[in-house]
């Protein structure tokens, strides 16, 4: 449970320095003795969701069955020398000639004719013309000549059943947007429908039914529910010795309450010994336009004062974020997605030993971002992210040369590339895999906050959040899953798991701190959900590598840890 007495001696220096009015250059090292877990402008990330694919095998609409020949339809035979199609305009003759053009001048069955039919619907299909359909009619065979029929299906009508509050002008919007898609294309009616379905609150099921006014038309049903609001309870230990490790959250939002499909979300969180930690988020999103553009601000702010062996020197931390984003889905279907996104951050950050400013970080930066996933012939789900950061020297940001910056060297023009990689592999049967990876290049020191960070979910799961940080790194996980096949009334899912994650990384400016530091851990654990309301974990995890500071003696002893929660 103890610190390190090094990092112990080096925070009473800090504080003898401030009782003989030392210059802040001489106390600048010393503020960077604080464990990386406790920097005020770190403890968000502890509570920042890890990124998962959001593509999906299943199409949202199976393939619909082709007509079938008709009895003995092999024994009736004739020669085939041109085939006329009829109805289409997505394709030409020239192109769909492929799918007939070796039988041509040869003797065919109907069974054949009927072939060439499925092929050429299937080819359809396959670029996305999912109600397209391809027949021979009841026709006399002439001089080798026949034709085949292709019906290119569209949308006639669309009907919205369920209550909906405020406007509904936004999903009528979409819904006119398949509605001018003709003939149908796959690839439209999935972007109007998941675009439906990502606005705050609401769920749509797509139903569709032949039409009975237009022929080869369908109507398109979207059964619509909507979520008012919802609230979600989490107690958990994943915080550490000076700032938890116990600790609740309360998260929840409001949906379309303006009518406008907005929604204003908000999050707060205490440690068991609420003099720990406090930390309250708040957010709001709103759709912009008929594409899924959408804008948010959020902000957050947090005051801490680590316990433990740190509670004598009175540490207290306070950080307050500002965040104006806008994100926006390039491509959006149920098996790839590719988005958008840039945001620009407003940060403070201070760190107060005994009352007196010990660090202090002012950061204001640009981001933008792209993220994609696919699924692939390999049964694989796979998740990139990318985002460039570039630290704005503007609106009173730290200056270069201020003493009390929580890194000696850390810039307010900064500039560095992140990377996230995910991948999700189905094995065989209830046996799944997750490969993740996750990387960052600084082109100069960074402020604590901006650092890679190593401890924590995802990467290091058996030390505390922020163990190991730095300007550079790289780190990567591998988690086994086994779905447990049971049936049963209230448990309804049962995951057996297990995991390996290794992630190192390097300082520009190791005058304080070691070049290079690296971390592996290893653990197994369950994950249960209950009627849907209530789910959590059990996990033990194995520091492999490095010692978890906080626990002093016990710091390469295996953890346990759990998280339960309870959603409205």
Known sequence: MNLSIRKLRSIAAAGLLFLIGAEPQSISAYAQQLPSSVEPGRIEKRFETPQMPRAVPEPLL??????????????????????????????????????????LGQQISLGTLYEISKAIAKHYRNNGY???????????????????????????????????????????????????????????????????????????????????????????????????????????NRGTEFVGPGQVQLSGGLNNFLGRFERVSGQSIVTQDTDELKYLQLGYTQPIGTEGTTLGLSGNISWSSPGSNLKPFDVEGQNRALTLSASHPIIRTRRKNLSVRGTLNYKNSSTDLRDTLLSEDRIRAARIGVSGDMVDKLRGISLLDLELSQGLDILNASDSGNARRTRASGRPDFTKLTMNLVRVQQIKGPFRAILGATGQYAFSQLFASEEFGIGGVPFGRAYDPSEYTGDHGIAYRIEGQYAVPFESEYLRSLQLYSFYDNGSVWRIDHSTREARASAASAGLGARFNVMNRVSGYIEVADPLTGSVATRGDHGRKPRFFFSLSATL
Request: net charge negative; proline share 6%.
């Open 130 to 236: 999912v109600l397209t359909r391809a027949m021979p009619p009841a026709q006399r065979v002439e001089n080798g000549v026949v034709a085949i029929e292709i019906v290119e299906g569209f949308i006639a009508t669309v009907e919205l059943e369920g209550t909906i509050s405020g406007d509904r002008e936004l999903i009528e919007a979409y819904a006119k947007k398949i509605l001018a898609s003709v003939p149908l294309n796959n690839k439209i009616l999935e972007r109007y429908v998941l675009l439906i379905n990502d606005l705050p609150g609401i769920r749509a099921k797509a139903v569709l039914i032949p039409s009975f006014e237009t022929r080869g038309a369908s109507d398109l049903i979207l059964q619509v529910v909507e979520d008012r609001w919802d609230v979600t309870g989490t107690v958990d």
């Open 62 to 103: 199976p393939n619909g069955d082709d007509p079938l020949p008709p009895e003995k339809a092999n024994k009736i035979r004739f020669e085939l020398n041109e085939i006329k199609l009829i109805g289409n305009t997505v394709f030409d003759a020239g192109t769909l000639s492929q799918f007939y053009q070796q039988y």
